[in-house]
């Protein structure tokens, strides 16, 4: 799978205005509903979904990541978006530290397997510190677009 | 003590696979022993105690994993490991639950 399968480019937030956990899952969701992704009637069930996802455990799982994800029945197919702080923004990281980079992720209730290749994905090319640094220092959609894209044709060295 | 190295092989036994929550709880499980812990699946090797690298191995429903343990206390945490993973299947369960 690759990241273009699932990120939504329209939706992709080069520098969030959100300074809490719950700004930033809210406005990464409404870029989905936005642009189509989930349905007017949905967000807020969608947004809960995720809370209550973060509330079982956190997924800034350290190096400034964060996956904040859920399955909800109202999507037909796995979406995600991409989304930057520069600021940073105490997700309660399982390594303490302020995350910059998020993903996330919203799947079918019945696909747990693209749920699984997504964070697959999305784990390998965060492995690579130059990925993670390019998309930190992008400040445009279109650049994180290019990293992203990059990234999926593997022309992003570590 | 000489380190010991203990192999096991097992099975995501649950609908959901190891997806971010169980990964974290391995992770953590984990790095609460001194041995190297690894998961081997085909051709993949990859450091239990990184949740970056165990959320790379997919883990669907039926994988086969290999754990592989080596250090003091090898026998621990492969115990502690294959029981954790056996019982994904119940907490799956539990986290369905909640979800709407």
Known sequence: MKLSDFVVRDAVLPELAATTKEEVIREMAEGLRATGHIANGELDAVIKAILRREDQGTTGIGRGVAVPHTKHGSVPRLVGSVAVSKKGIDFESLDGDPVHVFFLLVSPSDRPGDHLRALETISKQLRNDTFCRFLRQSTTREQIVEVLEEADQNKIGS | ?100
């Open chain 2, 1 to 100: 003590m000489a380190d010991d190295v203990v192999r096991r092989q097992l099975c995501v036994p649950n609908p959901q696979g190891i997806h971010a929550r169980p990964a974290a709880r391995l992770v953590e499980l984990a790095n609460g022993f001194q041995s190297r812990i690894e998961f081997v699946k085909g051709t993949e090797r990859v450091d239990a105690k990184s949740i970056f690298q165990i959320m790379t191995l997919a883990a669907v429903q039926g994988t086969v994993l290999l754990l592989e343990a080596r250090g003091p206390d090898a026998q621990a945490a492969a115990d502690a490991i294959e029981k954790m993973i056996q019982e994904l299947a119940e907490t799956d369960a539990e986290a369905s639950t909640s979800e709407p």
